[in-house]
């Protein structure tokens, strides 16, 4: 199994330009989150879901939209990137809400200039 | 591009001592305490979880200790090896609810 796969895995943008971030889990997973990690702080929640079509939003979501259209995927979308988006974001999915054990992906480390 | 490593605490040891890893948690309310394992360029990964209601649990080299009093979490890792350098963060699960990281600890293991 592949587990967690995200893409890309490194990206750079322009201030203002928008993009997706993919993520994959192939686990049957009901629970998928994504975190954003910079020096330092550890790592804080964005979004989150709980299953197909339902989502809802975590420590920091502005400027972050996702969906979940399928139980495989969960996108973040960066509207309109900020510098202060510079950082490496991780998707993680677990069994479900209450289970402790989260299986991470690889990390997109985005750069915004 | 900046390690994650940077600004935080580090336990620097000898391969073969055993290691312990300290958390200090705020939330009484947590359900369940988790360690994480995160080695360089790589997603974190789960290592071992205490339930609330516990002060002890062992795994594979490694035993976590919760003292609710203190409300202080530990890992301790047995014969520590070169490959368990890596940052360990501790987590709380709250509510059965979504996960919340410490900051994490840096653990250096010499040869």
């Known amino acids: 199994n592949a587990g967690v796969t995200q893409t890309p895995k490194f990206q750079v943008l322009k201030t203002g330009q928008s993009m997706t971030l993919q993520c994959a889990q192939d686990m049957n997973h009901e629970y998928m989150s994504w975190y954003r990690q910079d020096p330092g702080m550890g790592l804080r929640l964005i979004h989150y879901?709980?299953?197909?079509?339902?989502?809802d939003q975590g420590e920091v979501p502005n400027g972050y939209n996702v969906s979940r259209s399928t139980t495989e995927d969960f996108p973040l979308r960066l509207l309109s990137a900020a510098p202060s988006q510079t950082s490496v974001y991780f998707c993680a999915s677990s069994r479900n809400r209450g289970n402790t054990e989260a299986f991470f992906g690889q990390g997109t480390r985005l750069t915004v200039v | 591009g900046e390690s994650v490593g940077l600004h935080l605490p580090t336990l620097s040891v000898q391969e073969g001592d055993n290691s312990i890893i300290n958390c200090a948690y705020s939330n009484s309310a947590s359900d369940y305490f988790i360690w994480y394992k995160q080695e360089s360029g790589k997603g974190p990964q789960f290592i071992i979880d205490i339930r609330s209601n516990m002060d002890k649990r062992q795994g594979q080299r490694v035993t976590v200790l919760l003292n609710k009093t203190v409300k202080h979490l530990s890992l301790q890792i047995a014969a520590t090896q070169p490959g368990d350098s890596a940052v360990y963060f501790c987590a709380e699960n709250i509510g059965y609810s979504t996960l919340t990281f410490g900051k994490g600890t840096m653990l250096l293991v010499s040869p």
């Open positions: 879901s709980v299953g197909a079509g339902i989502t």
